[in-house]
């Protein structure tokens, strides 16, 4: 079983460029999310989807997109790559409920520097 | 503002029992996850508390009371292999999860 997966593992990205993080899971989660990672910071939620076909803003959304056309897959698009976006970022699935966050599976990550 | 506090870094011995704290603030509760996370690699699930009390599974045990806003977790029989960052989450009233920075657990010999 994969779990998640997501590509690339490591990219280095001139400023300015578009760059799809791509996300596909497995599990059949109802839910799926993208955080950023950033030392001395606490993971930072994007964007997520609560199910396919509907998606929302987290807390630093600003220079991202998302869609989830499909249970599957969550790709993150950043429009305009700027420095500060450089980051590690998860993708993540978990089994949601209006009553329950359920347990993350995350990724393992997606290393991103924008230059 | 939803905050959460931990502990930036700690150390400890091989062998030796560590607590980890963690205090939150937030909008509503609706539970404390911890997870692992070893460098360079993906935050893996520890544990879940939604009520007050201590959880235990094997070498690790967490403890939470909503009343004060806190929740420990507590690693015994500490091995080299737990040297990892530690992370709690709390899922607020939109069932939303909000993160600590995490606490970096240094294990020595």
């Known amino acids: 079983i994969a779990g998640i997966t997501q590509a690339p593992t490591s990219q280095i990205l001139a400023a300015g460029r578009r760059m799809t993080l791509r996300c596909t899971q497995d599990?059949?989660?109802?839910?799926m999310y993208w955080y950023r990672q950033d030392l001395g910071l606490g993971l930072r939620l994007i964007h997520y989807?609560?199910?396919?076909?509907?998606?929302g803003k987290g807390e630093v959304p600003d220079g991202y997109s998302v869609s989830r056309a499909n249970t599957d897959d969550f790709p993150l698009t950043l429009a305009s790559a700027v420095p500060s976006q450089t980051s590690v970022y998860f993708c993540?699935?978990?089994?949601?409920?209006?009553?329950?966050?359920?347990?993350?599976?995350f990724g393992e990550g997606s290393r991103l520097t924008v230059l | 503002g939803q905050n959460i506090d931990q502990p930036t870094e700690m150390t400890a011995t091989e062998g030796a029992i560590v607590q980890i704290n963690c205090t939150y603030q937030t909008s509503g509760f609706n539970g404390l996850f911890w997870y692992q996370q070893h460098a360079g690699e993906a935050p893996t699930f520890l544990s879940y508390n939604v009520l007050d009390g201590l959880e235990e599974k094997g070498r690790f045990s967490s403890f939470l009371s909503r009343s004060k806003g806190y929740s420990y977790l507590l690693l015994k029989e500490l091995q080299m292999k737990d040297s990892a960052s530690y992370l709690c989450?709390?899922?607020?009233?939109?069932?939303?999860?909000?993160w600590g920075a995490g606490t970096k657990l240094i294990i020595k010999p």
């Open positions: 989450a709390v899922t607020d009233s939109n069932y939303q999860l909000i």
């Open positions: 599990m059949r989660h109802n839910a």
């Open positions: 993540a699935s978990s089994d949601w409920s209006p009553q329950n966050t359920g347990e993350l599976f």
């Open positions: 989807s609560n199910t396919a076909g509907t998606t």
